[in-house]
């Protein structure tokens, strides 16, 4: 079975500051996915970055980055820049090939102006 | 990606009936998934569609409560029956697209059970 801990509830940032979610997981296997999930109060689950256990590079989109630290099980999510529309509840997730997607239980972030 | 919409986007219900929620993709995808979202809590899932083929259903959910429908590769539809007040979530469709089994989400569908 897969787990998916993220240890910080609440986290806050200024606007223009740089602020880094942790999250930690746990498989057996090898080979797996991991995602940020963004979920502003609209509710809508909006996909902010994927990471491929095989790629040892860590992914980026634009302002958003990823430690990924696989020997210990380590992912986290690095905002730079941070905006007002950042502010969200964000998910960590894992996939381990063919099994459903495993959350995290979340970090609520606000960013202040 | 995918885009995926969900009817309806909210409902109040009484407690006893039933609803049932649709999801429309653009374009075909095999698996389809639906979860629920209590409120303050993270995701769950309670089964996953594929086309032709009878749900499968997490631990804790079953078919009588939440049947799916999967009549093609670009819709499906999640029933909550005989609802209660514990059934007052969030409901989300997802879909596995563009590689690297990565889901996409629909919107949403906000129940509150009366």
């Known amino acids: 079975a897969q787990t998916v801990t993220q240890s910080q509830p609440e986290m806050s940032v200024q606007e223009a500051e740089t602020v880094t979610l942790s999250c930690t997981y746990d498989t057996s296997e090898s080979d797996y996915y991991l995602f940020w999930y963004k979920q502003p109060p609209s509710r809508q689950m909006i996909l902010v970055i994927r990471?491929?256990?095989?790629?040892?590079q860590n992914a980026t989109e634009n302002r958003f980055s990823v430690n990924f630290q696989k020997a210990a099980k380590s992912f986290s999510l690095k905002i730079s820049d941070s905006q007002l529309g950042d502010a969200a509840m964000y998910f960590c997730a894992l996939v381990v090939g063919g099994s459903r997607l495993t959350f995290g239980e979340g970090t609520q972030l606000t960013v202040n102006p | 990606s995918a885009v995926i919409s969900q009817k309806p986007s909210r409902d109040i219900c009484q407690r006893g009936t039933s609803l049932t929620i649709q999801c429309q993709v653009d374009s075909q995808v095999t698996m389809m998934f639906w979860y629920r979202q209590q409120p303050g809590q993270s995701l769950t899932l309670i089964a996953t569609a594929n086309q032709g083929s009878e749900a499968t259903y997490e631990s804790g959910f079953v078919i009588d409560k939440f049947p799916i429908s999967r009549p093609n590769l670009t819709f499906s539809t999640l029933t909550v029956s005989n609802m209660s007040p514990e059934d007052s979530s969030i409901y989300l469709c997802s879909v596995e697209a563009g590689g690297g089994e990565t889901q996409y989400f629909g919107p949403g569908t906000r129940l509150l059970v009366l």
């Open positions: 990471q491929e256990a095989y790629k040892q």
